[in-house]
Structures are given as C-alpha cells and as structure tokens.
C-alpha cells in the first residue's frame, strides 16, 4: 500500500510538472493541486489525495472509455443493430465486489492518518485560538502571551466597495494581519480551537487541516511545522458579513527566535484575561469593545 | 390511438377557463404543468442570484455588491435553486408522469396536489420579500447555522416560515405519490415492472417524508431559540450549536438524494429508449436506489467532519459515506452495459442523458475524495465542495431535469420541439457548464474558501475563467425558454410513441394525452415488463 502511495505521489508530481507548464505565462496562480504543506501530517493528506485522485482517474478512463467506444461503435447511424440481453448476476457481482474491494484498500491509510491526526498527546507547546466576528486571538497558554489578529489595514482600505484600488498593488491582499503570530519549528504545537460569538473555522492550508472554532467547545488538533517560513489562512466557515476578511498568517521561526519573540511580547502584551469558559471571555471581549 | 384515449374521446373537459382553472384544478397535468413552470421561473431568479455572484467574482476587490448582499444572495441562490427549482421540478414531473406510467386516471390525492402546489407561490413570496427589507434577506447560508443565523434581522421569521411551508409542500407531494403508486397502480402493474422513475420517486417519497418533520423540527427550534427564550442551539444557555447540525444535515443528507434519485429514473427511461435496448440488470438498479436511499441516513455527518468528533464517529461516518460508492457505481455501470452493443441514435434528450453519466460520475468522484475524513480536513468548505455539488446538482439534476423535459415534452404538447435548437442548447450548456464548474475544484485545492465575496490574487485567474462559463451558461438557458415555448405553440405533429425505441404505457396515450390520463386501465398486455 505504501508503495503504492509513493508511486502515485510521484506520477502526481510528474502530472502537476507537465500541467504546469501547459500556460505559456507560467503564472503561479494558475494553481491546479494541493499543495504538499510542511507538516508530517499535510504531507499524508497530500499522498491520500493523489491516491484517491489517481483511483477515480483510472476508474474514469475505464467508464468513460466505455462511454465513449459505445458511441462510436453502436450507432445507428453506421447500421448497429441492438442485442437484446439485459441481465447478468455474475457481471453485477463482480462490479459491487471490485469498487469494494477499492474502497478497503483506501479505508485503510486513511484510517492511519485519522488516529495520527487525533493523537494530540505529547505537545510542546499549546495555544488557544479563539475566533470572533472578525479577527483571532491567540493565546500561548503556558507562556502569558496573548495577541489579537486581524485584517491589516492596507487590504482592509482596499477591500472596501468601490475603493478604487487594484488589489494587485496590495502585498498578500486579504492573507495578511495586523499581528502575525509566530511558532517554532519542529515542535508538536497543540491548538485548542473555540469561538466567542459564532462558529469560525480555522484553517493554514499548509499545516494539512482546518478546525471549527466553536462557541462552547473546544476543540483541539496539532501541528508539527517542518520548515520555517510565513503561512498565510483564512476562516473557512461563513461567520457573517466579513467572513471573507479574517486571515490567518503564522511565522514558523527556530526555537531561539520564538523565545526571543516570547520575551518581547510579554512585557508588551496586556495581562491575560480570566479564561475559564470561552463563552465567559466571549461576552468578556464584548463588553470591552 | 389507444383504447384508453379512444374512451376519453367521450367525456368532455370539466374545468373552469381562465386563471379559475389553474387555482381550482385538480388535474395532475394541469399541477404538473404549474410545477414545472414555476420551477423554470425559479431557475431564473435563481440563476439571476449566482450571475450576481460570479459578477463579483469576476476579479479580485469588491466591485458590486457589499458581503451582506452578497451573503445574502449565496444564501438565497441555494434555498432558490434546491426548494424552488429543482424540488418542484421533480414534482412537476411526477405529477405528469406517474400516473401515465402506471395506467391511472389521475393522482390519488387530487385535492392535496392542488394545495400543495399552491403553497410554494405564497412560500417564496414570504422568503424573496425579505430582500426588500431593511436589513436585507436571510445571510448566514442556507444550512442556516447557529448562532450565526441568530443575528439575521427582519428577514429570519419569514426564511423559518418559508422553510416551514415549501416542507410541507414538499411532504403533502410525497404522500400523493406514495398513495397513488400503491393504490392506483393498473392491474399487472405489479412493482417490479415499474418504470424507474416511478421506483426511484417513491424512495424519494419515503425520504422527503422522513427528512423533511426533521428540518421542520430544527428550524422550530431555531425560531424559539431567538423569540422564546429557548437555549437548544446557545452554549451560554446550556444549549449546543453542533447538535442544530446534526439535526440539519439529518434532513440534509437525504435532501441531496432527494435531489438526484428521481434523475436516476430519468435517465434510466432515456438511455434505453435511444440506445433500442432494454435497461441493464432492472432489478440492481431498484436496489442499488434503495440502498442509497438507505446509507443516506447514516452518513450525515460527514458534511462536518470539521466540528472535531470522536475518532470513532469520524471512522464511521467515512466509512458509511465512502461504501455509497458502491450501490452508485452499480447504477453508472448498469447505463454503460445498457448502451453497450446497442443501437443509439442522439436526439437531444440521449445527448442530456449521456452528458449527465459522465458528470455526475465526476461529481461522484469528487464526492469520495471528499468522504476521505483525513482528507476532508482539507477540502472541507473550500470551492472543491462548491465544484462537486454544482456537478451532482447542476450537470446531475438539472441536466436530468433537461433531459426528461425534451424527453417528454412531444407527449406533452403534442408537438415535435425544435431539434437543432435543442442540440445548441445542448453544446453551449455542456461546454460552459464545465468552464464554470471545473476550475473550482482547483480553486478550492489551492486554499480558497467558499462563501466568500472577495478573494486573494493568487485565485483571480481561475475564478475570471469560472465566471465567463457562467456567463455564458446563464444566457444560454434562454435557448431552453425559446425550444420550450415554441414547441407549446406549435411544430411537427408528435406520434403517440414519439421515439422510434420508446417503450411504456405513456407512450400508448395520444400526444397530447388526454385530459384524465387512463380513464379505463391499460391492457395488462401492454405492460412491458422491468424493462427500464
């Protein structure tokens, strides 16, 4: 099965290589495929995906080769002359045990990448994401850190109806905030996802996954980042009027220059509010507004 | 001409004239006909709605409309196109339909067709109004999450009271055609020769009547929740919002079966017909609907994989909604062997039936890429779910919705359609229906979330293609308009069979049948039998 996976997760890139370079303009936002991500996890998910996306490949050639011999062989037109038969039971057995059969094989990688993903046990680090309408707050749980995030102000201007500006002159127009958080890199970082008002869902297509942040709940999943950079999300789930303007930009930096960022931030950042109940600090942060 | 239209010969027409006739009449053709004209006028202001958004689509900044509006129109477009559209459509056909498949008279339950008909009008009056009013229409989707939904304004009791009476719309048409299937069934019309529009409507039926008290329920408790008090669906009141999407997608799971069972049945006449052949294992197709219609109850929750479940509710959930690859897979195989060794011939309605084999297999395909829970976690709210259900629902349902409308359109008028205009239809809408939809399963692989009005610039490139392919195919359901209405007022005389392979009781009636469909039953030996 492994073998399989790497296979197909190879053929995927030789697809995506030649596909990408089917537009002259080679333009990167002609975008065809997931992308890889920089966790073990997104990693999974992305050889899961091209292993599905290859069966139903194949499954289609075969269907729709069918298809499309039928068509041009029995026409009427050229003088085919229809059979009569309608039935066979071994034919109907073998087409239910076959997609079957498919269906196992994939169950089973999918299910190892299930219990990987809900093994939060172990972390090195938690934080506390919490959505509103329209911004994230993040709160470094065990090191007194908390930052609020929201749209930086030169997309927010833009965005705005009629603004008059080319959103291509704005940097990273709509993926970016006024306060990145930053994370170190090969950690396991636990996040502890909830909401104040309404359902959010927080999503950094990289780390391989997204989480509803739910008012009520708190929901937890992980993330092991395998290589510094800056990775840009967004809310995945409609949360109201500017559900489209709450990004999310995370700055993976080496364990010395997280706690460097930890140290300046907590002198800077205001004492932690009272976090027993998400739903608590919820009506907390709306009062204060 | 038929014994049975022969005898109709001797009864006149008991109904009023004018508009008395279609707000008294309790004729299945006539309710039919105001079915599937309401549904084409629904597919409009619908259609309308998702021009609107991919007009702001079109390229990255807000140019049109503001995210209220435009919240408010992908709520709209979706509560437009699924209970104004594509639900009444389905109804409009059976009500014509099944009781000339099955050699009745009439529906069992005229009386009830009639006010289940005229309820939609007044529904979507009540749902459309709100877009007049201050605050604007209902915003928060169509799946109508707590608490989100909570904070609509003026609009939220009249989306609650809509929603209540286009279900019981939706449940009083289902009871008709389950009373007339079992009871008004001509004698040696036994089950197993029944079309299978006619099987997959009951299974539809029984679904609409399990599902639809369900939604009804929620969307009660929703309105308590904000009138009366109630804490179901507020954490600080000890309530929980995930337990209203359990509730909704209970009803929502079936609802999408709801959607493109009766399309299996369509197809499974269509193909037949123009391929001279008998439809392929009869039988595994009546059970591979059932059992569809059965796993569609057990896989609901996997339209929230995200909400964070146990590891063993997320197991299941996967697995139940990957195996319905099976029983539908049995279904695509069962078309495929069916014009396998044939002899087609490709009028408009086979090139609509063939198109929707082929689609909506894609559609199927994306659909279990997305019932892989790991990989959901991914694919989950982005355009690739936006992508998959525009390809079950609009190359799937609608083009089935097409598809049986040429089918039977000669039956119903009378009169031959305009063929060549019909296969224009046909090319534009396939090819821009693809343009439109295609790009959005990249679109959401590269990260862009749906519901959203505006966009990073890494996503302009393909959502300026998606948008042209809905320009175009907006405008091209004109050509369906003009095909249809020129063939009511005339064309070639249609014969009674119409299709040279065209096989079943309705195709014995005249073209147009008449008024009381089989006012005598059929000749049993005019049954075919578990042919299609």
Redesign the interface.
């Known amino acids: 099965m492994m073998s399989l996976i790497t296979r197909s997760g190879r053929m995927g890139v030789v697809l995506a290589s030649i596909l990408a370079m089917l537009p002259a303009m080679a333009n990167a936002s002609w975008e065809l495929n997931l992308p890889r991500g920089v966790t073990p996890y997104s990693n999974i998910v992305y050889n899961l995906h091209m292993l599905i996306l290859w069966v139903c490949v194949v499954t289609g050639i075969v269907v729709f080769g069918a298809i499309f011999l039928s068509i041009l062989k029995f026409r009427k037109s050229q003088g085919a002359v229809a059979a009569q038969w309608h039935e066979s039971t071994t034919v109907e057995v073998l087409w239910t045990i076959v997609p079957f059969a498919i269906l196992i094989a994939m169950a089973v990688p999918a299910t190892k990448a299930l219990i990987m993903m809900e093994d939060v046990g172990k972390s090195d680090l938690t934080i506390k994401v919490t959505g509103y309408q329209w911004r994230w707050r993040y709160e470094y749980l065990d090191r007194g850190v908390e930052v609020f995030a929201a749209l930086s102000q030169k997309s927010n201007v833009a965005r705005q109806l009629g603004s008059g500006i080319d959103p291509t002159t704005v940097e990273n127009y709509l993926l970016d905030v006024d306060n990145e958080i930053v994370l170190p890199v090969n950690k396991k970082i636990r996040f502890l996802t909830t909401a104040g008002d309404v359902i959010h869902s927080w999503w950094v297509p990289a780390l391989g996954w997204k989480r509803d942040a739910i008012p009520g709940y708190i929901n937890e999943s992980w993330a092991k980042i395998e290589k510094e950079g800056v990775y840009r999300g967004q809310c995945a789930l409609l949360c109201g009027k500017d559900h489209g303007f709450m990004p999310i930009v995370i700055r993976v930096v080496s364990e010395a220059e997280f706690d460097k960022w930890i140290a300046g931030h907590k002198q800077a950042a205001p004492p932690v509010a009272n976090s027993a109940s998400p739903v608590a600090t919820g009506s907390l942060l709306v009062q204060r507004q | 001409m038929s014994e049975a239209a022969a005898h109709h010969d001797d009864h006149g027409h008991h109904y009023n004239g004018g508009i008395s006739r279609w707000l008294t009449t309790t004729n299945h053709k006539d309710i039919g006909t105001m079915y599937l004209v309401f549904s084409l006028v629904m597919f409009f202001i619908g259609g309308a709605m998702a021009m609107i958004i991919r007009l702001e689509l079109f390229k990255?900044?807000?140019?049109f409309?503001?995210?209220?509006l435009f919240?408010s129109m992908t709520t709209l477009h979706a509560l437009v196109m699924i209970f104004g559209a594509v639900m009444p459509a389905w109804t409009g056909f059976a009500n014509w339909m099944i009781p000339m498949m099955i050699g009745a008279p009439d529906m069992a339950l005229p009386r009830l067709n009639n006010w289940s008909f005229w309820i939609l009008p007044f529904a979507f009056t009540l749902l459309l109004s709100t877009l007049f009013m201050p605050g604007g229409g209902p915003?928060?989707?169509w799946t109508m999450?707590p608490?989100?939904v909570l904070?609509t304004g003026m609009a939220f009791p009249f989306l609650i009271f809509a929603v209540h009476f286009l279900g019981a719309s939706s449940i009083a048409g289902a009871i008709n055609v389950v009373a007339t299937v079992f009871n008004l069934r001509a004698p040696g019309m036994t089950l197993m020769k029944l079309p299978l529009f006619v099987w997959t409507w009951i299974i539809t039926a029984f679904l609409l009547i399990a599902s639809m008290p369900v939604l009804a329920g929620a969307v009660t408790m929703l309105l308590t929740d904000k009138y009366f008090g109630t804490s179901f669906f507020s954490?600080?009141g000890g309530g929980?919002?995930?337990l209203f999407q359990h509730i909704f997608w209970f009803f929502g799971h079936p609802e999408v079966y709801i959607l493109i069972l009766p399309a299996f049945g369509i197809v499974s006449a269509i193909i037949p017909t123009f391929?001279?052949?008998?439809?392929?294992?009869?039988s595994?197709m009546v059970y591979a609907a059932g059992a569809i219609a059965f796993l569609s109850f057990i896989v609901w929750a996997h339209h929230m994989f995200?909400?964070?479940m146990p590891?063993a509710g997320?197991?299941f959930f996967?697995?139940a909604t990957?195996?319905i690859?099976?029983p539908t897979?049995?279904k695509?195989?069962n078309w495929?062997?069916?014009?396998?060794?044939?002899?087609?011939?490709?009028e408009t309605p086979m090139l609509f039936a063939?198109a929707f084999?082929?689609l909506f297999?894609?559609g199927g395909?994306?659909g279990?890429?997305l019932g892989?829970?790991?990989?959901d976690?991914?694919y989950?709210?982005?355009y690739f779910v936006v992508a998959h259900f525009h390809y079950v629902l609009v190359t799937g349902a609608v083009f089935a919705l097409m598809a049986g409308t040429y089918f039977w359109l000669p039956k119903w008028t009378g009169h031959m359609y305009d063929e060549t205009l019909g296969k224009w239809h046909f090319w534009i809408s396939t090819i821009s229906v693809n343009v439109l939809f295609f790009p959005q399963h990249?679109l959401g692989?590269?990260?862009m979330?749906?519901?959203?009005?505006?966009?990073?610039?890494?996503?302009?490139?393909?959502n300026m293609v998606s948008s042209i392919g809905g320009f175009v195919f907006g405008l091209s359901q004109f050509m369906f308009v003009i095909v249809i209405v020129k063939c009511v007022r005339g064309g070639a005389k249609a014969t009674d069979r119409v299709w040279e392979g065209a096989r079943g009781l309705e195709w014995t009636l005249s073209s147009p049948p008449p008024y009381h469909s089989f006012a005598t039953p059929p000749e049993p030996a005019t049954i075919d039998g578990g042919?299609r």
């Not at chain 2, 391929?275 to 009869?282: Q, S």
């Not at chain 2, 495929?336 to 490709?346: D, G």
């Not at chain 2, 979330?449 to 393909?462: E, K, L």
């Open positions: 990255p900044g807000l140019q409309v503001d995210p209220q919240n915003a928060g989707g999450l608490p989100l904070q954490a600080a929980d919002p995930v391929a001279r052949k008998p439809l392929f294992g009869y595994s995200t909400v964070g590891l997320e197991l996967m697995y990957v195996l690859a099976v897979g049995v695509v195989f495929v062997a069916t014009m396998w060794q044939s002899s087609m011939t490709f063939i084999v082929v297999t894609i395909f994306s279990l890429m892989v829970t790991p990989v976690f991914q989950h709210d982005t990249f692989l590269a990260g979330p749906r519901r959203i009005p505006d966009y990073a610039v890494q996503f302009a490139d393909w042919y």
